[in-house]
């Protein structure tokens, strides 16, 4: 047989919280019901996720996840983004809910891709699909580029945004002459987006303003352009 549907079924403390949260992305309900069990659908395009409420469920504790394969991962995360920059006035980077940015993944071969974290505490994983996905980009060969990729695998995949501190905070405390310094802003920009994550807002003001002094060409600015564009919306949301 094939043309199979497979629909996650999530845990959540609030079924209201959930549907609020996914209409800002631009999903809508295509069911909900109170009893005997609270549980809702919800769907944007060919995309759809079920939840079901738990009384007393600790978001922060939660194992839930799924993947969902697309061959348009920037052009979702514009979409996620701007529903977020309507609804909030600013993409949600920090607590529960938020959403990463689209980057490489070292663990996934490469392949481009974004987290939400919804009310649930559910990780919604948007991987680039492989069958539609480009040459694999040559694996980062800077010292600040590998650090960088060796970050996002422990916060973008891992959650633990503690160890991806520590990995770009020791790749920080010893610059070269040789460090592009293209990579230098992103690594910045992450480490910003990272102590946001933390709920160190002064940590990552620092962070942005060192990212905003590092000289770059005009080739380089354009390189570092996707990183500013973090920068702007971690900047919105520590105002």
């Not at 094939?2 to 809508?28: H, K, M, Q, W």
């Not at 409420?53 to 993947?67: K, R, V």
């Not at 002459?177 to 992103?186: F, K, L, N, R, S």
Request: glycine share 8%.
């Amino acid at each position: 047989m094939a043309n199979e549907v497979t629909v996650p079924l999530l845990p959540c403390a609030s079924i209201d919280d959930i549907l609020a949260f996914y209409e800002v992305l631009g999903f809508r309900t295509t069911y909900q019901q109170r009893k005997p069990n609270a549980c809702a659908g919800v769907q944007r395009e060919d995309l759809r996720l079920q939840f079901f409420e738990i009384a007393g469920f600790d978001p922060d504790q939660s194992y839930g996840s799924c993947l969902v394969l697309t061959a348009d991962v920037e052009g979702l995360h514009r979409a996620f983004a701007a529903g977020m920059r309507a609804a909030y006035g600013k993409v949600l980077v920090s607590g529960t809910p938020r959403m990463t940015r689209p980057r490489a993944r070292k663990n996934a071969e490469g392949l481009g891709g974004f987290s939400v974290i919804d009310p649930g505490g559910n990780w919604i994983r948007v991987f680039r699909d492989a069958a539609t996905a480009p040459a694999a980009a040559a694996a980062p060969a800077g010292r600040l580029a590998k650090a960088l990729a060796n970050a996002v695998v422990q916060a973008d995949s891992r959650g633990s945004a503690g160890q991806a501190v520590r990995i770009l905070d020791s790749a920080l405390a010893r610059p070269r002459a040789d460090d592009d310094p293209v990579e230098q802003v992103e690594v910045l920009v992450y480490r910003a987006e990272l102590a946001m994550v933390l709920h160190d807002p002064k940590t990552a003001a620092e962070m942005l303003a060192r990212a905003g002094s590092v000289t770059l060409t005009d080739d380089e600015s354009e390189r570092a352009a996707p990183a500013f564009d973090n920068a702007a919306d971690l900047a919105a949301a520590l105002r």
